[in-house]
């Protein structure tokens, strides 16, 4: 197809048009296959196009495969030869009737919903697994003491698995983010044409319904200018990417022979070239680096999106989204090793148990029973304090004979460990309800492929 537009002639050199058009996404071409098929069905329904035209159209459709495709030179974009091939096909008065009703920047926004669409389910459905690993392992470690640190020195007794049960309930708000952000993708831009509706009488709720999408925008300039639902979407995937990056610095200090808290199998770690004895651990820094990615991919793509006019835009609709995809990819890659991670970590009971004790972590709880005593607790404090300085310079390691595991069991106020079964239970109930979300939209969705492929049988048999 030429770049034959009725007033424009001529068309962009090779290396630009390169740096224009780029590369079409491996997903892209179906997704607009598939925003067709609806399309066609609508318009048929709506008898705004003739029946035998559509259900042309979508034998040729039911027929092409990308290969058909490939190779065939694309001046003006992916879309555009896709559609010339069509027309080549069946002609300008079937092949050409494809956009009636519609333009390439509503197609274009709504194919990015599809693609954002189809990652969220997948990635959300990643994390709620991490979730239940977290859970899993949190319920399985909850009875080894350790100590807790703060500014990376002992402070209290805890549980590794009441660590890693904090941890879980951090990604799970995380999860919450991400439903919120994925409410921002229900609405489907088709219908919104150019920037201003269509004074066809096009049905936007119906190919909404086919494509599954809760319903269509109500608003043309907004459903073509607006790409914040992809923001949103980046953003909460990048803050669930920060906490695993957390988690893995305080996995990657533990797993050191200083520490010793941690082990991990041979599977998970690496050796040196030049030092054999060396164990890296060295998923924990990938994992730790992956919110560079994220967070640099969200900057870069509302820098891009900035100053921008509020319509329909190549920076906000091409050149923001081009900076979304490496972040998520990111982020999809965190959480896979962060599965690996914990699933394989093996916490030292003894070590643990150890540098609890050794690190004076039962002195808060000691200045607290001489509070049930009666004495002020700044007095107690300051008592305590000196018989740890008086201690250390006996070159004892620990105060009076604390049972360890008593005083966590004690700590039962304002969240502590001694508290363990609530929390749990709800945390828990938030992973049911993530993976109900996860299953009801995955459901949704087949359905709508079903209610889609039906329609696209219909209009075919009734021509």
């Not at 991490?130 to 899993?136: D, F, N, Q, V």
Request: glycine share 8%.
């Amino acid at each position: 197809m030429n770049n034959d537009s009725g007033r424009i002639h001529g068309e962009l050199g090779l290396r630009t048009r390169q740096v224009v058009y780029g590369t079409a996404a491996p997903d892209e071409l179906p997704m607009i296959m598939k925003v067709d098929r609806a399309h066609l069905v609508m318009l048929a329904e709506r008898r705004l196009v003739d029946r035998k035209a559509a259900a042309a159209l979508l034998r040729c459709l039911a027929d092409l495969t990308p290969e058909e495709l490939s190779g065939r030179p694309a001046p003006r974009g992916a879309y555009l030869m896709y559609e010339g091939y069509l027309i080549e096909r069946l002609g300008p008065d079937v092949g050409g009737v494809l956009q009636t009703g519609r333009s390439r920047n509503d197609l274009k926004a709504t194919i990015t919903s599809l693609r954002c669409r189809a990652w969220l389910l997948d990635f959300a459905e990643q994390a709620i697994r991490l979730e239940a690993i977290l859970l899993a392992r949190a319920r399985a470690h909850q009875p080894v003491v350790m100590p807790v640190y703060t500014h990376f020195q002992a402070a209290m007794p805890i549980t590794y698995g009441y660590y890693l049960l904090g941890v879980a309930r951090a990604v799970g708000r995380e999860i919450d983010a991400l439903a919120a952000a994925a409410g921002g993708l229900h609405m489907c831009p088709l219908g919104a044409c150019a920037v201003a509706g269509t004074d066809l009488p096009i049905d936007p709720s119906r190919t909404a319904g086919l494509l599954g999408f809760i319903d269509a925008s109500r608003h043309a300039l907004d459903a073509v200018a607006s790409r914040d639902a992809v923001l949103r979407m980046l953003a909460s995937a990048a803050a669930l990417s920060v906490v695993l990056s957390r988690l893995a610095t305080d996995l990657q200090l533990w797993s050191t022979a200083e520490f010793g808290f941690i082990a991990f199998p041979d599977r998970l770690v690496g050796g040196s070239s030049a030092m054999p004895q060396k164990r890296n651990a060295f998923l924990l820094e990938h994992l730790k680096a992956k919110p560079g990615r994220a967070i640099a991919a969200w900057s870069g793509a509302a820098a891009a999106m900035a100053a921008t006019p509020f319509t329909n835009t190549i920076e906000v609709g091409t050149e923001a989204m081009e900076c979304v995809w490496p972040g998520l990819a990111a982020v999809e890659q965190a959480v896979q090793l962060a599965q690996v991670v914990v699933s394989g970590a093996r916490p030292d009971a003894r070590r643990m148990a150890e540098r609890a004790a050794g690190g004076f972590t039962t002195a808060t709880a000691l200045a607290n029973r001489m509070v049930r005593d009666g004495v002020p607790f700044r007095t107690a404090h300051r008592r305590v304090g000196a018989a740890v300085r008086e201690a250390l310079d006996a070159g004892v390691t620990s105060l009076e004979d604390l049972d360890l595991a008593q005083v966590v069991r004690e700590q039962t106020y304002g969240g502590g460990p001694g508290a363990f079964a609530e929390p749990y239970q709800r945390a828990y109930a938030s992973w049911v309800r993530h993976r109900r979300w996860c299953l009801d939209w995955r459901d949704s969705q087949a359905e709508a492929d079903a209610t889609l492929a039906a329609a696209v049988t219909r209009v075919m048999e009734q021509q």
